[in-house]
């Protein structure tokens, strides 16, 4: 799993989302993040979704945008998904 990192996350209406205790971006678009926390993997959904800050040496993300949901997705299911989006 990811680092020892303390794992926070701050929302600020919806429209801004820090994390903490990141260990990677696995991979983000306008409409989902990926992320590898020391919590487990997150998935961050929403709308115009754009990646404000990011410190991978302090394990920071930043993401602006209309957030719709926060999911942490078990390791084999991040698996399954990763695989899936690779053969559509």
Do not use: C
């Amino acid at each position: 799993m990811a680092s020892a990192e303390p794992h926070d996350i701050s929302i600020k209406g919806r429209k801004w989302v820090q994390v903490t205790g990141v260990s990677s971006v696995e991979s983000f678009d306008a409409h989902a993040f990926s992320l590898v926390t020391s919590a487990g993997p997150l998935t961050i959904q929403g709308t115009n979704l754009h990646m404000k800050h990011l410190d991978l040496d302090q394990g920071i993300v930043e993401i602006e945008g209309t957030v719709s949901s926060l999911t942490y997705v078990s390791e084999q299911a991040q698996k399954k998904r990763v695989v899936g989006r690779l053969f559509r």
